[in-house]
């Protein structure tokens, strides 16, 4: 409950894996003095390291999806459901689609990746993107309703060979199992081409078991109504497509003024400042951390949480902040549908449903956190 005045305003812009971090850690320990705005498009947010799980069909929707109005309430944030589309920053001010605009003190960014510009002509209109995954789990309702109501057999591609696409071909194949639905993964490089060659190893032989095809080298060029052109001139048919390739930026961080990558991602330094606005802070795939890059993945938001809470605390105290090191070798666990996994450190590799076992565990263990709350500090 909040007694001091509200001197301070810290916005955070989107309910990412580290902004719902920086929120448990506000209700824990309040800032006296300091009102805390959520602006959240999606009042669930995912958790993407169970996403494939509930398509696979082994998690319902409110499992894997963190409820953002208790965690706000429990953090005394005011939780504001709209969209940031602009920063004015010589005001201080955060422009939302409908709300009024917002002032900041400090403003964080957490809000993920979007479907890149669509380079491929034709993918904006024939394919599913999986990204932002926050609009994913309803897509996925609506084409297993269309798969399940078809009568003849049908043809799903996943364009993108990285660990999201993989996991999702093989979760969708097992939900779907009984349907007559013929999967394929088609990508540009080879199959998961930042894991070591004996974790792809394991994952190419289980998609074979599976008989789901797999295309590697195949660009997509273009996509028609029912086949994906590749640049070498092959063409896949299909009944649906879903486009799970590297995610970009959203468009409207280019007219904030924020220095940026060439990407389009907001370059911070290792304190996860912005490198050319001190009152701006960004954390999860929509960060550049310059010092350290690393790959877009889940595992790095949640690592930033609380470092990211630490720093939105001094700098809203005007203490120093403190430089965080991103970890470089971690334990990655690729769920392949059937309550069984693949799990990779480096260069070694094993599988196993002790593999599935650990990783429901972790990933259960995380939602927990977020899910049961403590009480309230002085309140029922
Ligand atoms: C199928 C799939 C499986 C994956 N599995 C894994 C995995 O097992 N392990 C792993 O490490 N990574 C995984 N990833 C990658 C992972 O999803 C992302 O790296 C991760 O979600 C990034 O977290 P984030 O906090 O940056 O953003 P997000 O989780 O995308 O959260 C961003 C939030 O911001 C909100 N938002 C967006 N724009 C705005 C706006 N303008 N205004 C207000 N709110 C906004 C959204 O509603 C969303 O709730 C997977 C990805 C996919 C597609």
Partial sequence: MQTAPVRKELVLVGGGHAHVAVLKSFGMRPLPGVRLTLIARDVATPYSGMLPGFVAG?????????????????AGARLIADEAVG???????????????????????????????WTVPGAARHTIPVKPIDRFARRWETLLDRLRASRSPQDVV??????????????????????????????????????????????????????????????VVEVAD???VCADGRCIRFDAALWATEAGAAPWLAETGLPLDRDGFVAVDATLRSIGDPHVFAAGDVASVLPHPREKAGVFAVRQGPPLAANLRRALSGQPLRPFVPQRRFLTLIGTGDRYAVAARGSWSLEGRWAWRLKQWIDRRWMRQYQDLPA?????
Avoid: N, W
């Fill in 158 to 219: 996943v364009v993108g060979g990285g660990a999201a696409g993989v996991e999702l071909v093989l979760a969708m194949q097992h939900r779907t199992r009984g349907l007559l639905v013929r999967f394929a993964l088609v990508t540009a490089e080879e199959l998961l081409p930042r894991h070591h060659a004996s974790a792809r190893r394991r994952l190419m032989r289980i998609l074979h078991e599976r008989a789901i095809a797999v295309h590697t080298g195949a660009e």
């Fill in 226 to 228: 029912g086949e994906l």
């Fill in 376 to 380: 309230m500090p002085g309140g029922p």
């Fill in 58 to 74: 082994h998690y319902r929707f409110e499992e894997c999806h963190i409820d953002l109005a208790p965690l706000a309430r429990f």
């Fill in 87 to 117: 920063l004015d920053r010589a005001a201080r001010r955060l422009h939302c689609r409908r709300h009024l605009p917002l002032r900041y003190d400090v403003l964080s960014l957490d809000i993920g990746a979007s479907p890149k510009p």
